[in-house]
Every structure is written in C-alpha cells, then in structure tokens.
C-alpha cells in the first residue's frame, strides 16, 4: 500500500497591512519567554470539512487561500511581532549576550498551500492519531532559537479530499497558548468580518498588548551568560510513540469530580473537574509503566500566570506567562491510594501558585538563567499535561463551518505527555491528546479503571 504524501503547491509571505513606525520597534524578550528558546515552535490546527458547494473545487480553494492571506495581513498589523525575527546582539567589552525579536527586518510569515490525497474520515477513523498529521505543520523539529532564519509564525493550509486543514506553527518563545489563541481567535473573527463586507477597522475582542512585563529590578534586554548557543540548545529526537485522542464527556469528568471530592480527606468540593481528570490520568498512565512502588514520579501542569500576578496581568498580555505547577509522591502512594489522594495533591500544588510563588521563580531564574530542553526522560516517570481546555478552539470558523477536530505536530511531544483540548461539543467536555511508548499505551486500553470514563467520540458525518 503506498502511503499518501503531503505535496507543497505554493508558498509566499504574508506583511502586516499597513504597518510602518510601529513595527519598527525591538521586542525584547522576557525570562520566560528566554527559557522556552531550545523548545519547539506551537503547533496546533483546526480540520474542516469543505462545504457542499455547486462551486468548481479549485475556485474554492484558490478564493480561501486569498481570503485566508489577506485577513491574516489586517491580523498581523495587531499582532506584528509575529512577522519578525530573532536576533542576538552580543558584544566582547562589556561582555554581554542579549535575544529580542526585531519586528521589522523580516520577509514576514509564511504561507503555504498543499494538498493530500486523504479524506477526513481516512486521519480521524483510525483509533491512533496517524504520523501524516506532522506533515500538515511547517517548521518541523525546528527550535524556537531557529526564529534567527526562520519565520516566527508559518501557516500550512492542506487541502483534502473533503476537507481542510489550516495548520499554524508559532514561535513559543514570541507567545504561550494564550497568545496563540488569541492570534487564532482574532484571525478568525477578520476573516469573517472580512467575508461580511467589512474589510478594514475590524473592532478586536482582545486587542493585544505588546508592552512585554519585566520585575522591577530587571531592566531588558536580560543580558545571558552565554558565548555562543550551542550552550543552551538542544535539539531532542523523539522516539517511536503511539499517540491517541481519549474523550471526556461532560458527564463522566462530573462523576470524577464528585468521586474524587468525596474520597479526598478533606471530604471538599474544591476539587476542579481538570484536577480529577488529571489524577485519573497520571494514576493511570503510571499504573500502566508497570513501576517498583518505591520509583519516585512526578505529574506537571501548565499554569497561566497573568491572573495570579498582583496586579494581574491582563489577558490579552501577548507573550509568555506560564509556570510549570509539580506534585510528586511514590508509586506505591499514587497506586495504594484513591483518585481524590492523587486529585488533593494536584488541587494543593494549584492553590500553592500565587503572585509570591511566581516571583521567587522569576528572581530565582535571574540569578541563575536556565534554557528548558526537551529530553527523555525529562525526570522518570513524569506525566505532564499541557494547553487547555478553556482555550477557544472550536469558535475559530473560516467560510467552513465549525471545525470537525483540533491536532497537533510532532512539536514538545515525548512519553507521558498530555495535551488537552475542549471537546467538540462543548458543555464541559475535554479531549486528551496522550502520547506512550506503544506498550505503555497498550497497556492503558486495557486498564478499565481508565477506558470506563473515555467517552465515545461523536464525529460529524462526513
């Protein structure tokens, strides 16, 4: 059986609309936005079907792809750093190593249309997500340091038998999930103004703000104790891994709610619904490692720090403002006790990160800057889960209809981690997007402690 290949058709850069002093300026870089350089870029898109349409199929096509270039030009004017590069200034006398983004000098962001000889129903039947998916994202393994010679936002629009895929790869190091969104969510409502006759001075629910946060005793450019970057980045290969999209209806992840708050000691109702659903998954995906009791492991979540900080940060902040939240126990202790032990221990760590925690990680950093590399391990048996659910995914709608899925590249993927999505029909429901090495995710499927909270996936007919 030949297996299908994504085929380039075209490729050309997109500027903002309009832009001149503004996009001129340098943006500098923040600690967390410096830490995330040996990373790789986002890489998240959303599946359409394409309309029924008396249309001939190359008209549509070609008239998206315009439509999609000049709306993401009026949303690059809002979002400008996104056409720039990186750039490192370094200097011998004083010795000193600086990264910021210069927003001008740049060919802007790509744009390419390809196509694949798939239909809809050949990527999203199969029970693992299919390795074709890497193919629909540009900047595939690339580093966010790479944002030197590389655009810092690529968009790969793959056109399918029956349907479309627009695949976005943004720098992490330019903006977090938030941001991403944000630009996605802003892109989307143009496009659609767009088609509504409104070309230009599209009102923007969240205007971005620019202004990049920096603590008071640090004043940008943060100068690094680097030479040269083969110090800090890492270029990390992952291995072979099965990855698998597990459905959580609104309903199940109440009944884990209502478990996990009545087995927790405290017998609370401060248990998040996330929280229980993250202790399922970390006991489970530990369960399933098949570990001596007296291993050590460890579970991760992203946190968004901007509401935490005081004064809180607003959220149309656009760059990088997350910390990696931690609990830890041993096997034997995860396993021995219940879902509301694990859920506590989770809900704990939560309520822990407040604007002092975040502060001592930033001064912390300072006197020590660290660059974060992917690599597997990243500590035995560690679970981590990012992105979120209360991410807009599904409110992003280009002349298509709702979308049909979200996935995801090849980007920050390694054994035990979690990506999570909200589910397509909305009411509370996740998608968990789980990458394992293949007798690890085996052995998940068989654990029926797991399988009796996934839901069944009602995919639109296609």
Request: charged share 20%; proline share 6%; net charge negative.
């Amino acid at each position: 059986m030949i297996t299908p290949v994504v085929r380039r058709i075209s490729e050309c850069f997109v500027k903002p609309h309009g832009l001149t002093e503004v996009s001129n300026e340098t943006c500098h870089l923040t600690h967390w936005d410096i830490s995330l350089l040996s990373m790789h870029y986002i890489q998240k898109g959303l599946l359409f079907k394409k309309p029924e349409t008396h249309v001939d199929q190359h008209d549509f096509i070609q008239n998206l792809l315009e439509k999609l270039k000049h709306s993401l030009s009026l949303t690059l004017s809002h979002f400008y750093p996104l056409s720039g590069r990186l750039v490192t200034h370094k200097t011998q006398n004083p010795p000193s190593y600086a990264i910021f983004i210069d927003c001008n000098n740049s060919d802007g962001v790509r744009f390419i249309h390809a196509t694949l000889d798939v239909t809809i129903s050949d990527i999203l039947s199969p029970v693992d997500t299919p390795s074709i998916f890497h193919s629909f994202f540009d900047h595939h393994k690339a580093v966010n340091h790479d944002g030197h010679t590389m655009p810092l936002l690529s968009i790969q629009v793959t056109e399918l038998v029956d349907g479309v895929f627009i695949g976005c790869s943004m720098n992490h190091s330019v903006g977090d999930g938030t941001s991403y969104w944000n630009f996605f969510n802003t892109w989307s409502q143009i496009f659609q103004a767009q088609s509504q006759g409104q070309e230009y001075d599209v009102p923007i629910l969240h205007q971005p703000i620019h202004n990049r946060w920096f603590p008071n005793n640090c004043s940008p450019p943060i100068n690094l104790p680097f030479k040269h970057h083969d110090e800090f980045i890492n270029r990390f290969e992952a291995p072979f891994l099965r990855e698998r999209i597990f459905h959580f209806s609104a309903e199940s992840i109440a009944k884990l709610k209502a478990k996990a708050n009545s087995e927790s000691k405290s017998n609370t109702t401060k248990i998040s619904s996330f929280q229980s659903l993250s202790a399922l998954v970390w006991r489970s995906i530990i369960r399933a490692c098949s570990l001596p009791y007296e291993q050590r492991t460890s579970f991760r979540l992203t946190a968004n720090n901007r509401s935490r900080m005081e004064p809180p940060l607003p959220h149309e902040y656009f760059g990088n403002s997350v910390n990696n939240l931690s609990a830890e126990t041993t096997v034997g202790e995860l396993l021995e006790n219940d879902l509301g032990w694990a859920a506590w221990k989770l809900h704990l760590a939560v309520t822990r990160h407040n604007d002092k925690e975040v502060m001592q990680s930033i001064q912390e950093w300072l006197q020590c800057p660290v660059i974060r590399k992917i690599c597997q391990p990243l500590e035995p048996y560690l679970v981590l889960i990012s992105s979120s659910p209360r991410f807009n995914m599904y409110g992003n709608e280009f002349g298509m209809g709702k979308a049909v899925a979200v996935r995801s590249g090849y980007a920050n993927k390694f054994d035990g981690k979690v990506t999570s999505y909200p589910g397509r029909e909305g009411g509370g429901s996740i998608d968990l997007e789980i990458c394992l090495l293949p007798h690890i995710m085996s052995s998940l499927e068989s654990d029926m402690d797991f399988m009796n909270a996934v839901s069944v996936i009602n995919v639109p007919s296609v």
